[in-house]
Every structure is written in structure tokens, then in C-alpha cells.
């Protein structure tokens, strides 16, 4: 499903009712049954204050008044504005109110704040109409002090599309807002919805369909999408009955330093957990007997490195020999390699000379941070998946930066350089060279643990060794890799995730995207979905 901002939101909207034709007074109304379907459903309490403001937030807010009163709840109204203010479909809902027997209040001042405060205490249940996607900056004065009413209130708060106060444009928080305990938004998901820090404040997140098909923003070029189960059901291959090994293709883990041979070791298991034929480590000769000990379906090839014990320029044409002989079908380059200037180099090169697909990952991404240029001459698929830190390295953004503007960030870096990048966080975007964004949603703070990005690089690798494209590969490794993280921490706990345990459970996550992909399960409504039925698994 598409993310949007409140600009493109806006925008979908106008194009709905200029291009398509349909009036935005049908939208309002869609959109206000679909909160007052949310607050019949989901709440408790008959006795429901609705707070709007002047624009056309506030006008869903006037609507959504009246279909609870329908339904036979005790509602009153707060107008934060002169009734005289009010345009279009707003005015148009209020004057519909105002016949009526539902008592509209205007509160427009700090005078009448103290009437303002004995409402709320009457009410069971508060709708926040106050401001929508027309939010222009931090809100102040007035304004600020309803909303601290309202969030010192201890009533359950229902926000109208974005908790008053957010801007829908990114994850910041700009000013004062509503803390919500439910929020309603129309049509798409939008940033603000799903990104930190601002995302702590929208509570349960449900999407109405109000009647804006998908084409709209497909036809305006609009490519921010949620990773869901919809997003990544049909990326895995078949097992065919005669297939072999090599069907599956072969990864070649390249890493490891002394020190850090659990890295390869996890990034090599992980190939075989999600489906790879043959995983072999490419190592460091002086480290080899403990790959060999450690690992079993895994095979190693160590490369003479006179007892070093990492990676030099001078193993250069032996990997690359290693790499053209060996029947492989995509290289994981980077988990364990350490950071030496020698192995910098001799990655730098390596990714020079390499034809192979590549996920490039830690210490393999840190070799190239001065001189990515070398990723734009590449014609095979590849995958850098940073972390922040990584990611500020090679782009030369600051950390703050990335943070602020993740998806415009990372795309940036996508189309400059040709690659496709999975930049990790508890958000992980993923960008395109093609323009396309995805940001993941699942997952747990429990894998904030050392090891997790090695068992991340193998899935990716695995994937993109069966021959699926850098799109795909990347998407369904980040879905899977944080249902694993999910489906661990509820067995295990997060506190005691490690990530040894992704690889335990990357079997149990692949059969419940599977069972997912055949499931087809009804949404408990067709208009009104929770962000976990988005999501689907
Ligand atoms: N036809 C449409 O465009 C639809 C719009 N819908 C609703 O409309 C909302 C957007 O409506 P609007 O664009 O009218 O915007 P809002 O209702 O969010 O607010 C705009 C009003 O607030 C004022 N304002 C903005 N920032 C302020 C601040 N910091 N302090 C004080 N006043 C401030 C503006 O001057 C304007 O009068 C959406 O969030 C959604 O709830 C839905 O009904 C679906 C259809
Ligand atoms: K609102």
C-alpha cells in the first residue's frame, strides 16, 4: 500500500474530485463514517466530545457528530473557530448539525477555556478535529492550550486522519500535539503515521477506503510504498521436483578477520535458512579451521593470508578466481572483514572486478565510503544495506539528516549510484534506482543486538543468488528478517533475542508469509482496516 505526505495527500485528493469527479463532499462523508465505524467499534462510552477546527479536518469532524448521533450516542461539539469561518464541505456539515439536536459550543478563546474543560470532564470519549493535513506550522497560543486540555484529560482520544499538531510531511515532531490513543486516517497511511518520532503519538492506526482508487496516485507517479505480506507473497521460487542444488543457487560469504568470524558464519547460515542451495565462506586461511568447526552444511575456501588473519589486496585475483570457478550466483561481501586499510583496498577492488550480483554490507560498504563512484559503473544487481552510521559514512549526509529525511535520503543515494539500498533502522527504508521507497514496519527493538544486519546480509544474498531481481530481494529480505525478529521475541522475549535466533526462526516466518500468500483472509471490514490487516502477516 502507498505512504503519502500531507502535499501528496492534498494533491489526491484535488485530482479525486477535479479528474475523477468525485465531489469532495462524498469523500468527507466516507471518511467520517469510517471514524465513526472506528469509535462504534473499537471504544467504550456513549458520551462523545467532537473538537473541530475551521478547515476541513473540522468538517469530518462535524460529520463524524452526526453519524455517532445516529447511532444513538450523546455527542456535543466544540468549534474552535465563529461558525461564520467555516467554507465549503465544512460549512456545509456544520449547517447540517446546527438543525440538529446536537449542542454545538464555540470555544475560540483562552477566556472560554474553563467551559472548555468541564465538556471534556463530561465526556467519556474525545474526536480530535482540530487539524488535518492543513496544518501549516507548530501550533501556539490557543491552540496549544486546548490541546494540553485534551492530553491531560485521561479520556480516550480518537484523531481524525493525523493527531492535531503533527505535520504529515515526515516522523518530526513539530510542536505541540495530540497524544492519540486511536487515529483514522483516509485512503493511505501517510509518514507521520508510521515514522518516529511522531508515529508515538498516533496510537492504533486504521485506514478508510473513501472511495479513492490506488490509480490515482499510481497515475501521478507517487512510488512510497508500506512493505507488506501483499508487497512480498509472490517473490520465492517454486521447488520444482527436479531441481537440484545448484537450482537455488550458490552464495559466497566473503569476511571474517580474527575476531569476527561469527559474522560470515551467521551471513552463510542465514543463505541456507531462506532457501540458497550451496553457501560457501571465502575466508582467511589463518581462521579457516574454525569455520570449519563451527559450521556444517556450510562449506569454507580459505585464502592464504600469511597468518594475518584479514583480507589484503594481495588475495585479490585468488578470490576473484575463486568467484569465476566456483558455479556462484551472488556474493555477500562485507560481514566480519574488519576495518584494516590493507582489506579496505582490497575490497575496493574487488567490487571493482566483480560481475557477480552483490550485497555489500558493515565493513565492505565503511571501504567504499570515500570512493563510491565505483558503484555506478556496475550493470549487476546490488544491494548496500547500511545502518545509519554506515549510511552517513558513504553518503556524507549527517546522521540528523538521514534521521529526518530517510526515504528522500536514501533514494537520493539509489539513483546517484545505481544500487538499491536497505538503509536499517527500526524503520528500515528501502530505495530503488528506479525511484521506488518502501519502509518496513515490522519488527522489534529486541533485534537492536549484535549480528543481526550478518543474518540480514545472507537472506538478501540468498535471495538474490536464486536469481531474483535487487527489488524484490530486498523487500522480502527486510519483511522476513523482522518476522523472524517478531516471532522470535514472542517465544524468547526481546530482552533475550540474539541473533543467532533470526536464523532459528527464519523457517517459522517463511511458512507464515507463506500461509498468507493462500490465506486471503476477509478484512473484518472492506472500507475500515487496521494497520496490522495492512500489513497481513
Ligand atoms: N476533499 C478533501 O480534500 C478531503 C479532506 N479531508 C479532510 O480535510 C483535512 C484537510 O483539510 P484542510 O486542508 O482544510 O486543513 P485542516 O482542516 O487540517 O486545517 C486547515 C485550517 O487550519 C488553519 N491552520 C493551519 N495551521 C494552523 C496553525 N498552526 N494554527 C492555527 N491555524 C492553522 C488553516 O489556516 C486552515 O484554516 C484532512 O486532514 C482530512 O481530515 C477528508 O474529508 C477527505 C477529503
Ligand atoms: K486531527
Request: hydrophobic fraction near 40%.
Amino acid at each position: 500500500m502507498r505512504l503519502l505526505n500531507s502535499k501528496e495527500m492534498a494533491e489526491v485528493d484535488r485530482e479525486t474530485i477535479e479528474t475523477l469527479g468525485i465531489p469532495g463532499i462524498v469523500l468527507m462523508e466516507n471518511a467520517s463514517r469510517g471514524v465513526a465505524e472506528v469509535v462504534y467499534r473499537y471504544t467504550e462510552g456513549s458520551s462523545v466530545l467532537v473538537v473541530c477546527g475551521k478547515g476541513n479536518n473540522g468538517g469530518d469532524g462535524l460529520a463524524v457528530a452526526r453519524h455517532l448521533y445516529n447511532l444513538g450516542y450523546d455527542v456535543e461539539v466544540v468549534l474552535t473557530s465563529s461558525p461564520e469561518n467555516l467554507k465549503g464541505d465544512a460549512k456545509l456539515n456544520y449547517d447540517v448539525v446546527s438543525k440538529l439536536p446536537i449542542p454545538v459550543h464555540v470555544i475560540d478563546s483562552d477566556e472560554k477555556l474553563v467551559e472548555f474543560y468541564s465538556l471534556v470532564k463530561e465526556s467519556s470519549l474525545i474526536v480530535d478535529a482540530l487539524f488535518g493535513t492543513g496544518l501549516s506550522k507548530p501550533l501556539t497560543g490557543f491552540y496549544k492550550d486546548v490541546v494540553d486540555v485534551i492530553n491531560n484529560s485521561n479520556r480516550t482520544v480518537v484523531s481524525v486522519d493525523i493527531p492535531s499538531g503533527l505535520s504529515g510531511g515526515t516522523g518530526e515532531v513539530i510542536g505541540p500535539h495530540i497524544k492519540a490513543d486511536i487515529t483514522v486516517t483516509f485512503a493511505f497511511p501517510k509518514i507521520v503515521h508510521v515514522m518516529p518520532p511522531a508515529c508515538y503519538s498516533v496510537g492504533e492506526l486504521f485506514v478508510v477506503d473513501i472511495s479513492i482508487p490506488e490509480d490515482v496516485p499510481f497515475l501521478m507517479g507517487l512510488n512510497r510504498f508500506l512493505l507488506t505480506a501483499d508487497e512480498v507473497f509472490f517473490t520465492f521460487p517454486e521447488r520444482e521436483i527436479m531441481s537440484h542444488k545448484y537450482t537455488y543457487g550458490h552464495v559466497a560469504v566473503i569476511g571474517g578477520s580474527v575476531g569476527k568470524t561469527g559474522a560470515p558464519s551467521m551471513a552463510a547460515e542465514a543463505v541456507l535458512r531462506t532457501g540458497g542451495g550451496l553457501s560457501t565462506v571465502v575466508v582467511p586461511k589463518s581462521l579457516n579451521q574454525i569455520f570449519e568447526t563451527k559450521l556444517t552444511e556450510v562449506m569454507s575456501i580459505p585464502v592464504n593470508d600469511d597468518n594475518k588473519g584479514y583480507f589484503g589486496i594481495e588475495n585479490l585475483d585468488s578470490v576473484l578466481e575463486i568467484l569465476e570457478n566456483g558455479k556462484f550466483s551472488a556474493v555477500v561481501l562485507g560481514p566480519g572483514l574488519g576495518n584494516n586499510p590493507e582489506t579496505y583496498e582490497f575490497v575496493r577492488e574487488l567490487v571493482k572486478e566483480c560481475k557477480l550480483p552483490m550485497v555489500i554490507d558493515a565493513d565492505g560498504i565503511n571501504a567504499l565510503s570515500e570512493s563510491p563512484e565505483v558503484l555506478k559503473l556496475k550493470e549487476q544487481p546490488i544491494i548496500l544495506t547500511p545502518h545509519i552510521g554506515e549510511f552517513s559514512r558513504i553518503s556524507k549526509l549527517t546522521k540528523d539528516e538521514i534521521l529526518k529525511e530517510p526515504f528522500r535520503s536514501s533514494l537520493d543515494f539509489s539513483e546517484k549510484f545505481n544500487v538499491t539500498v536497505v538503509l536499517k533502522s527500526g524503520r528500515t527504508v528501502v530505495s530503488t534506482p528506479n525511484g521506488k521507497t518502501f519502509v518496513n514496519v515490522i519488527g522489534n527493538p529486541g533485534m537492536a543486538t549484535a549480528g543481526t544486519g550478518d543474518v540480514l546480509s545472507g537472506v538478501v544474498g540468498a535471495l538474490l543468488g536464486m536469481g531474483i531481481d535487487e527489488e524484490d530481494s530486498a523487500k522480502f529480505s527486510v519483511f522476513l528478517h523482522s518476522l523472524a525478529g517478531d516471532l522470535a521475541a514472542g517465544e524468547l522475549s526481546q530482552e533475550s533475542l540474539k541473533a543467532w535466533d533470526l536464523i532459528d526462526f527464519l523457517p517459522k516466518a517463511i511458512k507464515r508469509i507463506k500461509e498468507a500468500e493462500t490465506r486471503f483472509e476477509k478484512h473484518t471490514s472492506p472500507f475500515v482496516t487496521s494497520l496490522r490487516e495492512i500489513v497481513g502477516v
